[in-house]
């Protein structure tokens, strides 16, 4: 009996691999959804799509499938685009039809809020759709505009942090430190300064709590787990696993958001606003007899989370980074402090007027940006009617995926691509060359909103940075590692400690 009960399950499993091979066969080719590999049912293309390295799996199915191909994120389908000249044609030349926001479960955290329980893409600008997403987004850009983003005040507020991170890193009087935290602490208080309207000491418990959250939801998001929650989180939701400590890091920004909202709602005076969260709460009042008004309270508080982390977390990681970098490769950080030196000088701080004066700078910055590729898989996609792209039929709401590493290191225009070298980025003559390759704020109508301040973040930290000090690895740089630690959705960079030495 026992043999004969082997025997059904066997054979019950067979019969649902070759249904699900079957439907395969009938869902991809020309005119149809695009090829890859086949799936097993409920388990997709787990055996193909590896958790651990996902940029490299889909790199290597891009080869065998071409560049565009569907693999099975557990059950569902996923179309990926993987290289320049595909990425491009649907972001930018047909920006209208793939302007959606694909589904991502850890995507849906960041929207769902305590306070107020919200159903996926009805709120906030990173992982929302339809006219709520265009109009809040417009409402975010012009708001941060107003409050200094690309003009002369936001300059002065990074400046300011800036002269608050010197101080800290002076305190280390040449010894060996981690940069993760003053640097996350640094960033975020820019971003709180328009948010918020305020900033935080850099040993405010508090705001050193919020900023281990974000490091520690980043880490998580790319790690084995989170990429197994990306792929069977109707599974993973009703089971034990480290995956489930996510959802703690993003409650506790969340009810930092929501105080935050509450406290400004005391204070409010609509004659003069101080920040992001006034002037949103100002334009509620205005909106108030319009029931479908896109300025509500669940817009708010998901928009000023997604603010606050999004700036916070990425151009921290980045300029982490860019300085591991600057530590590996020394003779690269002489050069730039030789140009320092020469434009700026030691009398004054780096200015966003000494940017284009800087060419070699501005290339090693776009070199940081390029090599490390922070969110290599790119936020996911979707199309909102069946759309035909190049021979294949996509059908609507198909999430996609398009690989932004796979632009970022595309051998046409970078024939070493694992190798960093800012002369990706120089002319002949020594002038700054840009490439339509660069989009590590992916492109089209979702290119990152705060691109704009997150550049200038870049270049004046780092500018400052190395104008006081030099930056000297603890060990042989030879044997200094530059492999990310996790590669999920983006590339985590391994810890280190560096020695600020004054110059």
């Known amino acids: 009996m026992e043999l004969l009960g082997a025997a059904t399950v066997g054979l019950l499993v067979c019969i649902a691999c070759l249904l699900s091979f079957a439907a395969w066969r009938g869902r991809s080719g ?6 890859g590999p086949a799936p097993l049912p409920i388990l997709g293309n787990v055996l193909q799509v590896k958790p651990k390295n996902l940029a490299k799996s889909l790199e290597k199915l891009s ?23 595909v990425v491009k044609e649907a972001l930018v030349d047909r920006a209208d039809e793939f302007a959606a926001r694909g589904y991502m479960p850890i995507g849906g955290l960041t929207m769902d809020c305590q306070v107020f329980p919200l159903p996926y893409s009805s709120a ?17 850009l012009s708001t941060l505009r107003n409050f200094g983003m690309g003009k002369r005040s936001i300059e002065e507020r990074i400046q300011e942090e800036t002269e608050y991170l010197l101080e800290e890193i002076n305190k280390t009087k040449g010894t060996p430190f981690d940069p993760t935290f003053m640097l996350s602490c640094a960033v975020s208080n820019v971003i709180c300064s328009i948010v918020f309207g305020k900033q935080y000491d850099y040993k405010d418990k508090k705001f050193l709590a919020l900023m281990n959250n974000m490091n520690n939801i980043f880490e998580m998001m790319n790690s084995h ?27 506790a920004l969340k009810a930092f958001a929501s105080e935050e909202v509450k406290m400004h709602q005391a204070s409010l005076d609509p004659s003069s606003p101080q920040d992001f969260i006034d002037c949103f709460l100002s334009k509620m009042q205005e909106e108030k007899e319009h029931p479908s008004s896109s300025f509500h309270m669940k817009n708010l508080i998901t928009s000023t989370f997604n603010l606050f982390i999004a700036r916070t977390e990425t151009t921290s990681t980045t300029i982490r980074h860019g300085l591991l970098l600057l530590l590996k490769y020394l003779k690269i950080q002489e050069k730039v402090q030789e140009e320092i030196d020469r434009v ?6 780096p200015c966003v007027a000494d940017w284009t004066q800087m060419p070699y700078a501005d290339t090693v910055a776009h070199e940081i940006q390029h090599f490390i590729s922070l969110i290599s898989l790119g936020l996911p996609h979707t199309v909102t009617k069946d759309t035909c792209f190049r021979e294949y039929i996509i059908p609507k709401g198909t999430t996609i995926f398009p690989i932004l590493g796979s632009v970022l290191h595309d051998s046409k225009e970078f024939p070493n691509p694992n190798e960093f070298n800012p002369g990706y980025f120089l002319n002949e003559n020594s002038t700054f060359r840009k490439s339509e390759f660069f989009m590590p704020f992916s492109a089209g109508k979702r290119i990152c909103p705060g691109e704009g301040l997150a550049r200038m973040e870049i270049f004046l930290c780092t500018a400052t940075i190395l104008q006081n000090f030099t930056l000297k690895p603890v060990v042989d740089p030879q044997e200094l590692s530059i492999t990310p630690t996790l590669s999920g959705t983006g590339n985590v960079p391994p810890a280190y400690q560096l020695c600020a030495l004054p110059r």
């Open 30 to 35: 020309k005119g149809k959804m695009p090829p």
């Open 63 to 85: 080869e065998e499938y071409g560049p565009v191909f569907t693999v099975h994120l557990g059950s569902d389908p996923v179309v990926v685009l993987h290289g320049h000249d």
């Open 124 to 140: 906030g600008i990173v992982f929302s759709n339809n006219e709520e997403w265009l109009q809040v987004r417009r409402f975010a």
């Open 225 to 251: 787990w989170g990429q197994l929650y990306q792929m069977f989180s109707k599974i993973l939701d009703y089971l034990p696993g480290s995956h489930n400590k996510i959802f703690t890091e993003f409650d």
């Open 344 to 349: 700026v000088g030691r009398s004054r701080r």
